[in-house]
C-alpha cells in the first residue's frame, strides 16, 4: 500500500497518554488517548481486518478478487464501495490526477525494490494501457473493471481505515484521541487538557518524526500529507519517487514536494493529497476548495502556501 507522510509533533500534555503501536500497511501505526489500553489495542486490532479486506496482494481480498475476476462482476464490501467511490468521484474532478487503475504501472516502477530502476518508455506505455477510470462500473456494492485492469487502493485505503478507528473509539466512550497511520494523523476531540492538537508537519530535507517545517492545529480532524521523501530513489543525480503522474506514467515532477489536506474526513484528504500533488499548486488549491478543505503546499524552492484562515505555525 502507498503510504502517507507527516507526523504528529511531540506536545507536553498533563494527563499521560497510553499508547499503543503496529506494523500494518507496510509502515507503523499508533493509537494515544487517555484510556485503557485494551481499547487501544482492540481499535489498533482492527487494522489485520482492514489490510485482509484492502490489500492487493491477500488472496481472497475485495481488492484481489476484483483484480481476478477477468472483467466479470464482482460483490464488495460497503468499506471498499466506499472506498472506490470517492477515488472516483475525486478522479473524475481532478480529470484523472487521481487514478487508483495505475496497479500495473506502480508495479513496474517498485521504487522499493533492491535495485530500483527507471522503466523503459515502452514499458511505461504498456502497464498504463487499461488505467481508463471512465470503464470502471460501480453501481452500490457491485463493481466491474475491464479484463485488463487491476486497481490499486494503498493510495487512499488508510485514509478510510483512519477514519472507522476514530470511529470505534468514540463509540467506546474516548473523547481525546491522537491516531497516526504512517502520517494519516486523526485527532479526535481536543488534547486531554482542553487544547487543540499540535500536528507537526514533516520537513522534506529533515530526518522523519523529528524535523518539521510546519504544525497545524487540529480537533475533530483529519491531517494527511503526500511528499517525494516518502519513498523512492536517486539515481544521476534525480529523485524517483512513488506519487505517479497517470498522464505521463512518471513520478511528478512540477515542483511540489509535498501536499497537507486538512478536513473532516481522512479518507477524503488521503485522496485530495494525491491528486494535489499531481495538479499543482494551483490546481491543486482549488480542487482542495471545491471539497471544502484546507491545504499546504511546500515547493522545491522551499516557499509555503497554504488556505487562507488555517491555524498554522511556520517553523524556522
Keep these: 500500500m502507498q503510504d502517507k507522510e507527516g507526523t504528529a509533533s511531540g506536545t507536553r500534555i498533563a494527563v499521560e497518554l497510553n499508547s499503543v503501536k503496529g506494523f500494518f500497511f507496510?509502515?507503523?501505526?499508533?493509537?494515544?488517548?487517555?484510556?485503557?489500553?485494551?481499547?487501544?489495542q482492540d481499535a489498533l486490532?482492527?487494522?489485520?481486518?482492514?489490510?485482509d479486506l484492502l490489500s492487493k496482494t491477500v488472496p481472497g481480498s475485495d481488492v484481489h478478487r476484483i483484480n481476478n475476476a477477468a472483467g466479470k462482476p464482482v460483490q464488495i464490501s460497503?468499506?471498499?464501495?466506499?472506498?472506490?467511490?470517492?477515488?472516483?468521484?475525486?478522479?473524475?474532478q481532478s480529470k484523472g490526477a487521481l487514478n487508483i487503475a495505475l496497479e500495473p504501472l506502480i508495479r513496474l516502477w517498485d521504487v522499493r525494490a533492491q535495485n530500483p530502476r527507471v522503466p523503459k518508455e515502452s514499458e511505461i506505455q504498456e502497464a498504463m494501457r487499461g488505467s481508463d477510470l471512465s470503464l470502471i462500473e460501480l453501481d452500490g456494492q457491485t463493481i466491474r473493471v475491464p479484463e485488463d485492469m487491476s486497481v490499486d487502493l494503498g493510495g487512499i485505503a488508510k485514509g478510510y481505515i483512519a477514519d472507522r478507528i476514530a470511529d470505534y473509539l468514540r463509540s467506546r466512550g474516548v473523547n481525546s484521541a491522537l491516531l497516526n497511520l504512517g502520517?494519516?494523523?486523526?485527532t479526535v476531540g481536543k488534547r486531554p487538557d482542553g487544547q487543540l492538537w499540535s500536528i507537526g508537519l514533516q520537513s522534506p530535507e529533515g530526518l522523519s518524526g523529528v524535523e518539521y517545517f510546519a504544525v497545524v492545529s487540529s480537533s475533530d480532524n483529519s491531517v494527511v500529507t503526500s511528499g517525494v521523501y516518502e519513498r523512492g530513489f536517486d539515481l544521476d543525480?534525480?529523485?524517483?519517487?512513488?506519487?505517479?503522474?497517470?498522464?505521463?506514467?512518471?513520478p511528478v515532477s512540477n515542483g511540489v514536494v509535498s501536499v497537507t489536506a486538512i478536513g473532516s474526513e481522512s479518507l477524503m484528504a488521503d485522496a485530495l493529497t494525491t491528486a494535489m500533488f499531481v495538479l499543482g499548486k494551483n490546481a491543486g488549491e482549488q480542487l482542495a476548495a471545491r471539497y471544502g478543505y484546507q491545504c499546504v503546499f511546500r515547493m522545491a524552492d522551499g516557499s509555503i502556501s497554504y488556505t487562507d484562515g488555517l491555524s498554522i505555525k511556520l517553523l524556522a
Design 45 to 51: 486490532d482492527q487494522c489485520a481486518f482492514y489490510n
Design 237 to 250: 543525480g534525480v529523485r524517483y519517487h512513488h506519487i505517479l503522474d497517470p498522464r505521463s506514467g512518471y
Design 26 to 40: 507496510d509502515t507503523i501505526n499508533t493509537l494515544s488517548a487517555p484510556v485503557d489500553k485494551r481499547i487501544l
Design 183 to 186: 502520517g494519516n494523523v486523526v
Design 78 to 92: 460497503a468499506h471498499t464501495a466506499r472506498i472506490i467511490e470517492v477515488a472516483l468521484d475525486i478522479g473524475r
